[in-house]
């Protein structure tokens, strides 16, 4: 049974065509104490009538659900939360590695690039990995539109490529995803898009590799913004980064191709 202060809660939210709230506008709203405020959001949460994103931060149902009980999926409270904080985000890493069939094994945890947290968070008892950056290391995107209606921003294909050679480290990509761009680079506009997200968001390294790939891959002409950028380096840098720096330099990329033909 809702009691009669959540109904009023409730009613209040969809009058005013709210899916977040935050501490002190729900007592303003209802006229209620600090106390009183506090108690009926924690009755509320633990009645499955709102989802709790932060501290001091709710998701409450646009509509309650049927049986009075919701139970927001990942990406609604990924999506809450990000609105609550006036974030940018995009999903990344291994949740796009799955997607684009890159790898097979399903990740147990939702990797979010943002402007905003960092660290690995629980989010109405779902698991997170929050990857702060730069707002303008965020873009090349792709928006999905879940049938709830919610707009879930995920990385692009060519993004997502970008990411497994630049942060190779975090998620263990090297020399793996060289193969990855051997084998979808081809597929139509990726090769170029790529080029795209390695001259806007990687650093000299990535430019360096992802150039110098493409190049042996025959794909030459669309490399010259990511050559222009490695000419301005002499650090020779290894191509594979897991391996001895031992190999064949390549001046004209900055780097030693230290993997075996």
Do not use: C, H
């Not at 081809?186 to 795209?196: K, P």
């Not at 390695?198 to 669309?222: C, F, H, P, Q």
């Amino acid at each position: 049974m809702i009691g009669t202060q959540a109904q009023r809660l409730l009613g209040w939210a969809q009058l005013k065509d709210r899916t977040t709230l935050t501490a002190g506008e729900v007592a303003r709203a209802l006229a209620l104490t600090s106390d009183q405020e506090r108690k009926l959001l924690s009755r509320m949460t633990r009645a499955g009538l709102l989802s709790r994103v932060q501290r001091g931060r709710y998701l409450i149902p646009a509509k309650l659900p049927p049986g009075g009980s919701w139970n927001p999926g990942e990406y609604v409270l990924l999506t809450g939360l990000m609105q609550t904080l006036g974030a940018r985000y995009q999903i990344g890493g291994p949740n796009a590695f799955q997607r684009y069939s890159l790898e097979t094994q399903v990740p147990s945890m939702i990797y979010v690039y943002n402007d905003r947290l960092s660290g690995r968070r629980t989010i109405g008892g779902l698991p997170f990995v929050f990857i702060k950056v730069e707002a303008k290391r965020l873009g090349g995107t792709v928006a999905n539109r879940l049938p709830d209606g919610t707009t879930v921003w995920m990385a692009s294909l060519a993004r997502t490529l970008m990411d497994a050679v630049y942060d190779w480290t975090r998620f263990n990509t090297l020399p793996r995803a060289f193969q990855w761009i051997r084998e979808r680079a081809r597929e139509r506009g990726v090769g170029r898009d790529l080029v795209t997200m390695a001259a806007r968001y990687g650093n000299i390294s990535t430019k360096k590799r992802v150039g110098y790939l493409l190049e042996s891959m025959g794909e030459g002409n669309l490399t010259q913004p990511l050559k222009r950028a490695a000419s301005k380096s002499a650090l020779l840098i290894p191509f594979d980064p897991s391996r001895p720096a031992r190999g064949r330099v390549v001046r004209e990329w900055g780097l030693i191709d230290n993997i075996p033909s």
